[in-house]
């Protein structure tokens, strides 16, 4: 395998439910298995900001909306800096569990603002690719092992609306999680080979 300059940043987006944290592991496998030299990180991280968002998400239900907007992006800055960048640039690929889109989705869509979000998180690049899992809200809710501050199919359903957007305009590229897994992880492959040239293939 040729050795690459510079590495590549593939993050997974889609609400809570949606088989993120599945698939992007899977990834992650397969590249290691392919030997491509890789990281896995997720959002929020647990450095300085993200464990304040984490603290707030499990104990805080009412924070609002544009403070925890503003603690991801912060926290977005440290994890590119301090994470992303340096290995982007010793040529690994970064998976990435949630990034720049889940604020984007999340936070603009439950503020009616997606603009304001975007502009909040300009200092970070955008990934190279970013694959958004697509799954209908109350799907997701019966999926969901675990309880957290977005239970509300209705909230979902204005976060999922600015996912389609970002979608619509190309900035995130869409499976359909409804499908079995097994088949999620084929076209998330497919994608994967087919947008950054690589040949993931048994």
Known sequence: MADRKKGLHISFEGIDGSGKTTVSTNLYLKLREKGYPCFYTVEPTFMRVGALIRLHASRIRNAPQYYLALLFAADRVEH?????????????????DRYVHSSIAYQGGLLNDPEWVRIINNRVPPPDLAIYLDIDPENALRRKKVSGPFEDASLLKKIRRVYMELVENGELVMVNAEKPLEEVLGEVTKIVESRLNLDLSS
């Open 80 to 96: 590119y800096e301090r994470i992303i960048r340096k290995r982007l640039e010793k040529g690994y690929f970064v998976i990435s």
